[in-house]
């Protein structure tokens, strides 16, 4: 399993935006598939962003509520996996997860087998 820790999370107004980042440690880092998840109150965690790979391509997929708004991109050299969440809203409060899982790993979250331990976001409206 891989150490995630993720940072950049806060309170910020709807509309604003935030750039979350996960840090990996090891060295097979731009082999797997990363992805976020995120789990508000009384909710089940749930898929946001993956970045997985096919060969030796990295491909991008999204949650339909966050499709337009959130890049999730990767920097191999840092071991580090990143959020770009612009236009927020009120419903993307939660905790923030990242995940390392195979690379063909994408929104099944039984599928990643590391976790980092989740950064809060609260967006006021």
């Known amino acids: 399993q891989k150490q995630l820790v993720e940072s950049g999370g806060g309170l910020v107004q709807a509309g604003g935006s935030l750039r979350l980042s996960c840090a990996a440690s090891?060295?097979?880092?731009?082999?797997?598939?990363m992805g976020w998840f995120r789990q508000a109150p009384g909710k089940e965690r749930e898929f946001v962003a993956a970045l997985y790979r096919i060969s030796s391509v990295y491909y991008p997929d999204y949650a339909d509520s966050v499709k337009g708004r959130f890049t999730i991109s990767r920097d191999n050299a840092k071991n580090t996996v990143y959020l770009q969440m612009n236009s927020l809203k009120p419903e993307d409060t939660g905790v923030y997860y990242c995940?390392?899982?195979?690379?063909?790993?994408?929104?099944?979250?039984?599928?990643?087998?590391?976790w980092g331990q989740g950064t809060q976001v609260t967006v006021s409206s």
């Open positions: 995940a390392a899982g195979d690379p063909k790993t994408r929104r099944d979250y039984d599928e990643y087998g590391s």
């Open positions: 090891g060295r097979t880092f731009s082999s797997l598939a």
